[in-house]
Structures are given as C-alpha cells and as structure tokens.
C-alpha cells in the first residue's frame, strides 16, 4: 500500500486509542493489516532491480514527502487548532508507526546483511501483500484514506 494511505490510518488510530503505549504497537499492526487490501503501489509485480532504478525510487520520495506533510499537518492540526498536546504527540509517534514496517523494509535495497528483526519484517510484508490491478488497486486505498480520515475528523471535535 502507498505510504500516504498507511499514515492516515495511523492518525485514525492516534485520534481514537487515547494511551499512546497502546495506539503505537496498534499503528504498527495496522500497517500490516493495510498491506493485505488489495492495492496498487510504485513497487507492484516489480524485481528487485525495478525498485531501485527509473522513475521508481522518485515516485517513491514524492509520495514519502506527501505522507510526511500529511502527518506533519495532522500535528500542527492537534497542537494548534485542537489545542491537545497529547494528540499531537499520538499522532506523530502513530503517523511513524503506520508506516515503520516499510522504512524497514526500504532499509533492504542498500543494505546487503539484514539482521533478524529486520528479515521477519520483510517476510511478514511480502506474504502480506495483496496486489490489485489499476484502476481498482488506487480506488481500495482512496476508500482507506477517506473512512481514516472521517474517523479522524469525528473523533476530534472542534
Ligand atoms: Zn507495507
């Protein structure tokens, strides 16, 4: 699933499980339970050579950058207009643990040795992941994003 996707569900997350002690290992299951809808992202039916060359790894950094102003504008979102430290902090730590499982997984393409932790991570993932074809792969994570991000406005009022 694209990253933008994932972090929303983890401001859903942050904006709905109060103790951040609970929503970040929540966040971080929920990025697992997201691979398995079936999506299209930059890296579907690619090898391993495709992920690193072309357009790919641009793609890649642009759509990082949107997921990162997504999560950066959710906590400037609960800082200053919710006035809630406290959700601004979940949702941070949670915006990151939407999407940790595929930093990890990005840490694969430069380095050659993965140790443990970082190997079932990316075991994990790969059976995980659902793949769909366009048009249907984008309109699955579009209704993700939309149902996160109603979660999240009704689960802060104003
Ligand atoms: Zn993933």
Request: negative net charge.
């Given at each position: 699933?694209?990253?933008?996707?994932?972090?929303?569900?983890?401001?859903?997350?942050?904006?709905?499980?109060k103790?951040?002690?609970?929503?970040?290992?929540?966040?971080?299951?929920?990025?697992?339970?997201?691979?398995?809808?079936?999506?299209?992202?930059?890296?579907?039916?690619?090898?391993?050579?495709?992920?690193?060359?072309?357009?790919?790894?641009?793609?890649?950094?642009?759509?990082?950058?949107?997921?990162?102003?997504?999560?950066?504008?959710?906590?400037?979102?609960?800082?200053?207009?919710?006035?809630d430290p406290a959700l601004a902090f979940r949702?941070?730590?949670?915006?990151?643990?939407?999407?940790?499982?595929?930093?990890?997984?990005?840490?694969?393409?430069?380095?050659?040795?993965?140790?443990?932790?970082?190997?079932?991570?990316?075991?994990?993932?790969?059976?995980?992941?659902?793949?769909?074809?366009?048009?249907?792969?984008?309109?699955?994570?579009?209704?993700?994003?939309?149902?996160?991000?109603?979660?999240?406005?009704?689960?802060?009022?104003?």
């Amino acid at each position: 699933m694209l990253l933008t996707p994932h972090t929303l569900v983890g401001l859903a997350v942050a904006s709905v499980i109060k103790d951040p002690l609970i929503a970040f290992p929540v966040s971080v299951g929920m990025h697992y339970l997201g691979d398995m809808v079936p999506h299209w992202d930059f890296f579907s039916n690619t090898n391993e050579e495709q992920r690193v060359s072309g357009w790919r790894p641009l793609a890649v950094a642009g759509e990082l950058s949107l997921a990162v102003a997504t999560g950066t504008a959710a906590v400037l979102y609960a800082l200053w207009l919710v006035n809630d430290p406290a959700l601004a902090f979940r949702m941070l730590i949670c915006g990151i643990g939407g999407v940790i499982p595929d930093l990890l997984s990005g840490l694969k393409m430069y380095l050659k040795d993965l140790n443990g932790l970082l190997k079932i991570n990316n075991h994990i993932q790969e059976k995980l992941q659902f793949q769909a074809p366009l048009p249907w792969g984008i309109l699955t994570q579009l209704l993700v994003s939309g149902f996160s991000a109603l979660v999240i406005l009704g689960s802060i009022a104003l």
